[in-house]
C-alpha cells in the first residue's frame, strides 16, 4: 500500500513571498489533515478535512494560510505572505473510519 | 487549553535496559491515546495506539493507560541503538479524531 505522498520535500523562499504545498493521501483514506511542526515541537493541527469538507480549521491562520481538497482526494496548503515564524515542517497525515492517522515525509519550509 | 505535557528528556539509557516514557493529558474526556515514534528529519510514525485503561503489548513495546491518574506510558523493552529517536504522545482532540501532541521525549539507547 502506497502512504501518503507529499511534494516537495523542501522549499527556501523569502518573507513576503507564497509557498503551495501538495498532499496526496493513502487510497481510501476520507480524512486528510495538515500539520505544522515547528523545530523542537510536537505536530500542531493547522486544518482537517473529512472528504472535501472541512471538519476543523480553528488552528489555522486564516489571513495567511489556505487549504483545499477540491475533489476530496488530494490536498493543497498555500502560505501566502509568508513570514519568518512559518518555518517548519508541514505534515500530512491521512486515516479510514476510526483508526489510527499515518503521515507524509513532509515538506521543510526555511523562510529567509 | 487542552494540553499533552511529556518530559523532553534526553532520557539516556544503556542497550538492553527497559526504557520508560511518560505522559500527561488534560482533557478527561480524551478517549484515544497514540505513541508515534520520529527519527531525526524523519516524519513521525505509528508505534502504539490505546483506547482502555491497562497495558498493550506489541513486541518489545508496552502501552500502558490510567485514565482517572491521565497518564499514559510507553515500555521498551531490552532498548536497542535504533529505538533512539523522539518519541511523541498523541491525545484525540474532541471527536473529529484530530490529535494534540505533546513535545516529545528524546530517547537515546547507549551501546
Known amino acids: 500500500e502506497a502512504g501518503v505522498a507529499q511534494s516537495p520535500r523542501y522549499k527556501i523562499i523569502e518573507k513576503r513571498q507564497s509557498v503551495a504545498f501538495w498532499c496526496n493521501p493513502i487510497?481510501?483514506?476520507?480524512?486528510l489533515y495538515w500539520y505544522q511542526q515547528i523545530l523542537g515541537q510536537g505536530p500542531k493541527l493547522l486544518i482537517q478535512f473529512q472528504n472535501n469538507g472541512v471538519v476543523d480549521d480553528s488552528q489555522l491562520p486564516k489571513d495567511r494560510f489556505s487549504a483545499e481538497r477540491l475533489k476530496g482526494v488530494d490536498s493543497t496548503l498555500k502560505i501566502q505572505p509568508a513570514k519568518l515564524e512559518d518555518s517548519a515542517v508541514y505534515l500530512c497525515a491521512s486515516s479510514v473510519d476510526d483508526q489510527p492517522q499515518h503521515f507524509g515525509d513532509g515538506t521543510r519550509l526555511s523562510i529567509l | 487549553q487542552k494540553e499533552v505535557e511529556q518530559n523532553s528528556g534526553p532520557l539516556s539509557v544503556p542497550e538492553g535496559a527497559i526504557a520508560s516514557l511518560n505522559c500527561t493529558y488534560s482533557?478527561?474526556?480524551?478517549?484515544?491515546f497514540f505513541w508515534y515514534r520520529q527519527y531525526s528529519g524523519k516524519s513521525p510514525e505509528l508505534i502504539m495506539f490505546?483506547?482502555?485503561?491497562g497495558d498493550k503489548e506489541d513486541g518489545r513495546f508496552t502501552a500502558q493507560l490510567n485514565k482517572a491518574s491521565q497518564y499514559v506510558s510507553l515500555l521498551i523493552r531490552d532498548s536497542q541503538p535504533s529505538d533512539s529517536a523522539t518519541y511523541l504522545c498523541a491525545v484525540n482532540r474532541g471527536s473529529q479524531g484530530n490529535l494534540i501532541f505533546g513535545k516529545g521525549t528524546k530517547l537515546s539507547v547507549k551501546p
Open positions: 487510497s481510501g483514506h476520507a480524512t
Open positions: 490505546i483506547y482502555s485503561n
Open positions: 482533557d478527561r474526556g480524551s478517549q484515544s
